[in-house]
């Protein structure tokens, strides 16, 4: 066993033996903290810490690192799921970095990204911020009011039981807020394209005379409404109107939607299940021809009305 010890100063600590266990300390300060090819044990101290056991294999079999950051804002780099964190309550807010394929936070850790190869990220009942990557993700949450980003990719995005905040990024995303006031979240109209569109699987509008407190929200205030001008402008909502021929129009469609959940169980994958439902298409035409270039499908069980956008 290598063991290592830092000072009070930001130091950079590399665990120097391949194959045998390395235990590092940072103590004080805003730490670097790496393992290497054995089973690490990586202790941050105080300070803005961040841990890399950078994994460990022996004879085929993978071995799980040690991580702990203690109190600060601390950055874990996970490479395999069974990496064990040990975060106490109150000791600053703090994110993993994920490689690995799958991978669930522990307790008192606040935010995941998703990197490399990672495709499944689970949050916990804290307030989570949750990234994905380029992949397809699959990202959830329980508790808490979460703020999820899918990136590039069709991503299968689950809110959970909080007021969350949505954005699937590109691709044809799957988005259910679940419980609570959610917003469901659109940049640019590149986020939900015709042919290639978003779906909100079960929106919670103004029609359906809920409390405010539990009403969903599409917000597409950042997306310019009239690429013509310089001006962000804003959608005109037109309700069941035809377009007219003018940019920043939006407008809906009833429609029954074929839903597609590629992953019901909460946690593990399995097979899709598809079931109809009665929704609408929210288009968008930002050019003036009368055509749509934004497109989303919306399953809702009460008429969509301008109050539940943000324009």
């Known amino acids: 066993?290598?063991?290592?010890?830092?000072?009070?100063?930001?130091?950079?600590?590399?665990?120097?033996?391949?194959?045998?266990?390395?235990v590092v300390y940072g103590l004080g300060g805003n730490d670097r903290l790496y393992g290497t090819g054995g089973v690490d044990s990586l202790y941050g101290g105080d300070g803005n810490d961040r841990l890399d056991g950078r994994g460990a294999d022996y004879g085929g079999f993978t071995l799980n690192d040690y991580l702990e950051g203690g109190r600060g804002d601390d950055l874990y780099f996970v490479r395999e799921n069974q990496d064990y964190i040990y975060e106490l309550d109150d000791e600053g807010v703090d994110s993993v970095l994920s490689f690995s394929l799958y991978y669930s936070l522990g307790g008192n850790i606040e935010n995941l990204s998703l990197a490399g190869g990672a495709r499944w990220g689970y949050g916990n009942d804290l307030d989570n911020i949750i990234n994905g990557n380029s992949s397809e993700n699959y990202i959830a949450a329980g508790g808490g009011a979460d703020a999820f980003s899918g990136a590039d990719g069709a991503d299968l995005i689950r809110g959970g039981t909080g007021n969350d905040w949505i954005r699937g990024g590109t691709g044809a995303d799957f988005l259910a807020g679940e419980e609570g006031a959610d917003k469901f979240a659109y940049y640019t109209v590149t986020e939900s394209l015709v042919g290639d569109r978003d779906i909100i699987t079960d929106f919670t509008g103004l029609a359906s005379g809920t409390p405010a407190s539990e009403r969903d929200r599409i917000d597409l205030h950042r997306i310019d409404a009239d690429s013509s001008t310089a001006a962000d402008d804003a959608f005109r909502f037109l309700g069941t109107a035809a377009f007219t021929g003018r940019a920043g129009e939006l407008r809906i469609v009833a429609e029954t939607l074929e839903v597609v959940d590629p992953n019901p169980d909460w946690f593990w994958p399995t097979e899709p299940i598809v079931y109809t439902t009665a929704g609408y298409i929210v288009e968008g035409d930002v050019t003036g021809d009368g055509m749509a270039d934004f497109q989303l499908a919306v399953a809702t069980g009460g008429v969509l009305l301008a109050g539940d956008f943000s324009l």
């Open 1 to 22: 066993m290598a063991v290592q010890q830092g000072t009070p100063q930001d130091d950079v600590l590399v665990g120097n033996s391949a194959d045998d266990p390395n």
